[in-house]
Protein backbone atom coordinates (compact mmCIF):
# COMPACT_ATOMS: atom_id res chain seq x y z
CA UNK A 1 0.00 0.00 0.00
CA UNK A 2 1.49 3.49 -0.90
CA UNK A 3 2.33 5.72 1.95
CA UNK A 4 1.23 9.21 1.73
CA UNK A 5 4.01 10.54 3.66
CA UNK A 6 6.74 8.93 1.01
CA UNK A 7 7.49 10.13 -2.42
CA UNK A 8 9.92 8.62 -4.84
CA UNK A 9 11.50 9.68 -7.95
CA UNK A 10 14.83 8.81 -10.15
CA UNK A 11 17.49 11.41 -11.68
CA UNK A 12 19.40 8.94 -14.16
CA UNK A 13 21.42 6.73 -11.47
CA UNK A 14 20.41 8.91 -8.10
CA UNK A 15 17.39 7.67 -6.07
CA UNK A 16 15.46 10.50 -4.61
CA UNK A 17 12.62 9.38 -1.67
CA UNK A 18 10.89 12.17 0.33
CA UNK A 19 9.81 11.43 3.63
CA UNK A 20 7.50 13.58 5.34
CA UNK A 21 8.04 14.71 8.96
CA UNK A 22 5.04 16.91 8.79
CA UNK A 23 2.30 18.56 6.41
CA UNK A 24 -0.17 20.58 6.25
CA UNK A 25 -1.73 24.13 7.04
CA UNK A 26 1.38 25.96 8.28
CA UNK A 27 1.02 29.34 8.00
CA UNK A 28 -1.23 32.21 6.83
CA UNK A 29 -0.30 33.24 2.82
CA UNK A 30 0.02 37.17 3.81
CA UNK A 31 2.58 36.24 6.64
CA UNK A 32 4.28 33.51 4.95
CA UNK A 33 4.75 35.32 1.28
CA UNK A 34 3.93 39.24 2.80
CA UNK A 35 4.33 40.38 -0.94
CA UNK A 36 1.60 38.16 -2.54
CA UNK A 37 -1.71 39.69 -2.43
CA UNK A 38 -4.86 37.08 -2.29
CA UNK A 39 -5.36 37.99 -6.07
CA UNK A 40 -2.61 35.86 -6.61
CA UNK A 41 -3.61 33.14 -4.58
CA UNK A 42 -7.22 33.40 -6.20
CA UNK A 43 -5.75 33.30 -9.82
CA UNK A 44 -4.04 29.86 -9.52
CA UNK A 45 -6.58 28.49 -7.51
CA UNK A 46 -6.58 25.01 -9.33
CA UNK A 47 -2.77 24.59 -9.63
CA UNK A 48 -2.61 25.88 -5.48
CA UNK A 49 -5.39 23.78 -4.13
CA UNK A 50 -5.44 21.39 -1.93
CA UNK A 51 -1.72 20.23 -1.62
CA UNK A 52 -0.26 24.34 -1.78
CA UNK A 53 -3.11 26.36 -0.65
CA UNK A 54 -6.35 25.78 1.74
CA UNK A 55 -8.25 28.79 0.89
CA UNK A 56 -10.90 29.00 3.78
CA UNK A 57 -8.29 29.48 6.39
CA UNK A 58 -5.65 31.59 3.80
CA UNK A 59 -3.31 29.39 4.74
CA UNK A 60 -0.23 28.10 2.94
CA UNK A 61 0.09 23.85 2.96
CA UNK A 62 3.21 22.96 3.64
CA UNK A 63 5.76 19.93 4.58
CA UNK A 64 8.51 19.74 6.24
CA UNK A 65 10.43 16.78 5.61
CA UNK A 66 13.80 14.90 4.59
CA UNK A 67 15.07 13.72 1.31
CA UNK A 68 16.86 10.81 0.96
CA UNK A 69 18.83 10.27 -2.12
CA UNK A 70 20.62 7.35 -2.84
CA UNK A 71 23.86 8.17 -5.23
CA UNK A 72 27.03 7.14 -6.13
CA UNK A 73 26.36 3.85 -3.67
CA UNK A 74 25.88 6.39 -0.32
CA UNK A 75 22.91 7.48 1.24
CA UNK A 76 22.60 11.08 1.48
CA UNK A 77 20.00 12.95 3.65
CA UNK A 78 19.09 16.64 2.56
CA UNK A 79 17.94 18.47 5.17
CA UNK A 80 16.71 17.09 8.53
CA UNK A 81 13.46 18.44 9.47
CA UNK A 82 12.11 19.59 13.20
CA UNK A 83 13.30 16.93 15.50
CA UNK A 84 11.79 15.60 18.72
CA UNK A 85 11.96 16.93 22.32
CA UNK A 86 12.63 20.70 21.25
CA UNK A 87 12.33 23.82 23.18
CA UNK A 88 11.02 26.67 20.32
CA UNK A 89 9.69 28.62 22.23
CA UNK A 90 8.56 30.85 19.23
CA UNK A 91 6.88 28.40 17.03
CA UNK A 92 4.12 26.28 18.30
CA UNK A 93 4.43 23.60 15.50
CA UNK A 94 8.50 22.93 16.38
CA UNK A 95 7.92 23.71 20.44
CA UNK A 96 8.82 20.27 22.07
CA UNK A 97 7.37 18.25 19.06
CA UNK A 98 7.27 14.45 19.24
CA UNK A 99 7.06 12.73 15.23
CA UNK A 100 8.22 9.74 14.38
CA UNK A 101 10.98 10.49 11.26
CA UNK A 102 13.42 7.66 12.56
CA UNK A 103 10.62 5.06 12.00
CA UNK A 104 9.49 6.68 8.53
CA UNK A 105 13.45 6.87 7.37
CA UNK A 106 13.52 2.72 8.80
CA UNK A 107 10.21 2.37 6.89
CA UNK A 108 11.96 2.81 2.96
CA UNK A 109 15.39 1.11 3.95
CA UNK A 110 17.46 3.89 5.95
CA UNK A 111 18.50 3.10 9.37
CA UNK A 112 20.58 5.47 11.20
CA UNK A 113 23.95 3.70 10.86
CA UNK A 114 23.48 3.82 6.88
CA UNK A 115 23.42 7.71 6.22
CA UNK A 116 26.66 8.53 4.55
CA UNK A 117 26.24 12.03 4.33
CA UNK A 118 23.68 14.64 6.11
CA UNK A 119 23.31 17.85 4.12
CA UNK A 120 21.84 20.89 5.79
CA UNK A 121 21.16 23.44 3.10
CA UNK A 122 20.85 25.89 5.65
CA UNK A 123 21.05 26.53 9.49
CA UNK A 124 17.00 26.89 10.40
CA UNK A 125 15.53 25.09 13.30
CA UNK A 126 13.00 23.23 10.48
CA UNK A 127 16.38 21.96 8.15
CA UNK A 128 18.50 20.31 11.05
CA UNK A 129 16.20 18.74 13.93
CA UNK A 130 17.20 15.64 13.38
CA UNK A 131 20.65 16.10 13.12
CA UNK A 132 20.51 15.19 16.83
CA UNK A 133 18.87 13.09 19.07
CA UNK A 134 18.78 12.82 22.92
CA UNK A 135 20.71 10.32 24.05
CA UNK A 136 20.65 10.06 28.21
CA UNK A 137 19.61 14.01 28.41
CA UNK A 138 22.70 14.65 25.81
CA UNK A 139 22.18 15.79 22.32
CA UNK A 140 24.09 13.45 20.35
CA UNK A 141 24.34 12.83 16.18
CA UNK A 142 21.73 10.65 15.20
CA UNK A 143 23.50 9.65 12.14
CA UNK A 144 26.61 8.20 13.77
CA UNK A 145 28.29 7.16 10.79
CA UNK A 146 27.61 10.63 8.47
CA UNK A 147 29.67 13.28 7.61
CA UNK A 148 27.49 16.42 8.38
CA UNK A 149 27.88 19.25 5.37
CA UNK A 150 26.94 23.00 7.07
CA UNK A 151 27.62 26.11 5.07
CA UNK A 152 30.63 28.01 6.43
CA UNK A 153 28.63 31.08 6.19
CA UNK A 154 25.44 29.83 8.15
CA UNK A 155 27.79 28.74 10.65
CA UNK A 156 29.66 31.39 11.50
CA UNK A 157 26.32 33.67 11.43
CA UNK A 158 24.35 31.23 13.39
CA UNK A 159 26.89 30.15 15.58
CA UNK A 160 28.63 32.09 18.80
CA UNK A 161 30.92 33.81 16.07
CA UNK A 162 27.66 35.66 15.05
CA UNK A 163 26.04 35.96 18.23
CA UNK A 164 23.86 33.41 17.51
CA UNK A 165 22.30 35.18 14.76
CA UNK A 166 22.39 38.48 16.25
CA UNK A 167 20.81 37.74 18.84
CA UNK A 168 17.65 38.17 16.55
CA UNK A 169 15.84 35.43 17.30
CA UNK A 170 15.87 33.53 21.06
CA UNK A 171 15.07 30.19 18.78
CA UNK A 172 18.29 30.43 16.64
CA UNK A 173 20.71 30.28 19.38
CA UNK A 174 18.52 27.11 20.73
CA UNK A 175 18.54 25.38 17.66
CA UNK A 176 22.47 25.71 16.86
CA UNK A 177 22.76 24.29 20.50
CA UNK A 178 20.86 21.49 20.27
CA UNK A 179 21.18 20.61 16.43
CA UNK A 180 24.44 22.25 15.20
CA UNK A 181 26.98 22.30 18.14
CA UNK A 182 26.70 18.29 19.11
CA UNK A 183 27.74 16.97 15.59
CA UNK A 184 30.79 19.76 16.05
CA UNK A 185 31.78 18.36 19.18
CA UNK A 186 31.90 14.96 18.01
CA UNK A 187 33.81 15.94 14.99
CA UNK A 188 31.63 15.32 12.22
CA UNK A 189 30.75 18.76 11.03
CA UNK A 190 32.41 19.62 7.60
CA UNK A 191 31.76 23.76 7.11
CA UNK A 192 31.77 24.53 3.17
CA UNK A 193 31.21 27.43 1.15
CA UNK A 194 31.21 28.39 -2.02
CA UNK A 195 30.79 25.12 -3.80
CA UNK A 196 31.55 21.55 -2.67
CA UNK A 197 31.12 18.32 -4.73
CA UNK A 198 29.37 15.33 -3.01
CA UNK A 199 29.98 12.87 -5.61
CA UNK A 200 30.24 12.43 -9.68
CA UNK A 201 26.30 13.28 -9.47
CA UNK A 202 25.79 15.96 -6.50
CA UNK A 203 27.06 19.13 -6.20
CA UNK A 204 26.25 21.86 -3.67
CA UNK A 205 26.60 25.65 -4.34
CA UNK A 206 26.00 28.57 -2.56
CA UNK A 207 22.82 30.48 -3.03
CA UNK A 208 22.24 33.24 -0.33
CA UNK A 209 19.89 35.62 1.36
CA UNK A 210 17.34 33.59 2.89
CA UNK A 211 20.22 32.93 5.34
CA UNK A 212 23.99 34.35 4.71
CA UNK A 213 25.23 30.73 3.83
CA UNK A 214 21.56 29.18 2.04
CA UNK A 215 22.40 26.14 -0.86
CA UNK A 216 21.20 24.66 -3.62
CA UNK A 217 22.21 21.04 -4.25
CA UNK A 218 22.34 20.00 -7.70
CA UNK A 219 22.12 17.00 -9.19
CA UNK A 220 23.02 14.93 -12.40
CA UNK A 221 22.94 11.81 -13.96
CA UNK A 222 22.57 10.70 -17.50
CA UNK A 223 21.24 13.67 -18.73
CA UNK A 224 19.18 14.38 -16.14
CA UNK A 225 19.06 16.96 -13.88
CA UNK A 226 17.47 17.61 -10.57
CA UNK A 227 18.23 21.30 -7.71
CA UNK A 228 16.77 20.93 -4.44
CA UNK A 229 16.61 24.79 -3.88
CA UNK A 230 16.02 24.35 0.09
CA UNK A 231 13.65 27.59 1.28
CA UNK A 232 14.69 29.73 -1.97
CA UNK A 233 10.89 28.96 -2.36
CA UNK A 234 8.21 28.29 0.42
CA UNK A 235 5.29 28.04 -2.14
CA UNK A 236 4.66 27.78 -5.77
CA UNK A 237 3.29 32.03 -5.78
CA UNK A 238 6.91 32.36 -5.37
CA UNK A 239 8.21 30.55 -8.78
CA UNK A 240 5.00 33.11 -10.46
CA UNK A 241 6.38 35.96 -8.41
CA UNK A 242 9.75 35.50 -7.72
CA UNK A 243 10.27 39.20 -6.30
CA UNK A 244 8.14 37.74 -3.53
CA UNK A 245 10.31 36.31 -0.55
CA UNK A 246 9.10 34.42 2.62
CA UNK A 247 8.87 36.41 5.74
CA UNK A 248 12.13 34.17 6.74
CA UNK A 249 14.31 35.10 4.17
CA UNK A 250 17.12 37.09 6.41
CA UNK A 251 18.07 39.80 3.31
CA UNK A 252 14.89 39.42 0.58
CA UNK A 253 16.73 41.11 -1.99
CA UNK A 254 19.43 38.85 -2.51
CA UNK A 255 16.99 36.23 -2.13
CA UNK A 256 15.25 37.49 -4.72
CA UNK A 257 18.61 37.55 -6.92
CA UNK A 258 19.30 33.87 -6.02
CA UNK A 259 15.71 33.02 -6.80
CA UNK A 260 15.89 34.53 -10.15
CA UNK A 261 19.19 32.83 -11.00
CA UNK A 262 18.52 29.21 -9.09
CA UNK A 263 15.44 29.40 -11.25
CA UNK A 264 16.52 30.53 -14.78
CA UNK A 265 19.24 27.98 -14.60
CA UNK A 266 17.07 25.13 -14.02
CA UNK A 267 15.25 26.47 -17.29
CA UNK A 268 18.04 26.39 -19.60
CA UNK A 269 19.68 23.18 -17.90
CA UNK A 270 15.98 21.32 -17.64
CA UNK A 271 16.29 20.57 -13.87
CA UNK A 272 13.82 19.60 -11.95
CA UNK A 273 12.96 22.19 -8.85
CA UNK A 274 12.90 20.58 -5.29
CA UNK A 275 11.97 22.80 -2.52
CA UNK A 276 12.39 22.16 0.78
CA UNK A 277 8.39 22.39 2.08
CA UNK A 278 6.53 22.16 -1.14
CA UNK A 279 3.31 19.83 -0.40
CA UNK A 280 2.26 17.47 -3.02
CA UNK A 281 4.95 15.67 -5.06
CA UNK A 282 7.58 17.87 -3.77
CA UNK A 283 9.01 18.97 -6.86
CA UNK A 284 7.84 20.79 -9.50
CA UNK A 285 9.45 21.79 -13.99
CA UNK A 286 9.58 25.56 -14.30
CA UNK A 287 9.23 26.61 -17.59
CA UNK A 288 9.19 30.56 -19.29
CA UNK A 289 6.08 31.89 -20.25
CA UNK A 290 5.35 35.57 -21.26
CA UNK A 291 8.67 36.77 -20.22
CA UNK A 292 7.91 35.12 -16.49
CA UNK A 293 7.86 31.90 -14.88
CA UNK A 294 5.59 29.47 -15.24
CA UNK A 295 4.84 25.83 -13.36
CA UNK A 296 4.93 22.86 -15.12
CA UNK A 297 4.78 19.21 -15.09
CA UNK A 298 5.03 18.19 -11.74
CA UNK A 299 7.15 15.66 -10.02
CA UNK A 300 5.90 12.10 -9.60
CA UNK A 301 2.77 11.69 -6.82
CA UNK A 302 2.73 9.23 -4.46
CA UNK A 303 4.19 6.32 -5.46
CA UNK A 304 6.11 2.64 -4.20
CA UNK A 305 8.74 3.42 -1.40
CA UNK A 306 12.09 2.12 -3.28
CA UNK A 307 11.55 -1.34 -0.66
CA UNK A 308 8.88 -2.24 -2.56
CA UNK A 309 9.55 -1.76 -5.91
CA UNK A 310 11.00 0.38 -8.70
CA UNK A 311 10.46 3.74 -7.80
CA UNK A 312 8.49 6.09 -9.84
CA UNK A 313 10.34 7.58 -13.23
CA UNK A 314 10.18 11.08 -12.50
ZN1 LIG B 1 12.51 25.97 6.13
Given at each position: MADENVQSLVIGDVEIVRVVEWQGPFAPTRVLVPGCGPEVWQGRREELVPDHWEPDSDH????????????????????TGVGNGRERPSNPLFHRRQ???????????????????????????DHVGWNTHDV????APTFPNARYLLPAADDAHFGPAGGYGGGVRPDDRLTYEDSVAPVHRAGSATLWD????????????SAPGHTPGSAVLRVASRGERAVFVGDLLHSPVQVLHPECSSCFCLDPRQAVASRRRVLER???????VIPAHFGGAGGVEVRRENGTFALGRWAGRSGPASTSGRPARY
Open positions: VVAALQTWVVRSAGRTVLVDGDLPGRLERVGVRPEDVDVVVNTHIHADGEWGEHRIDDHLTLEAIDQGEL
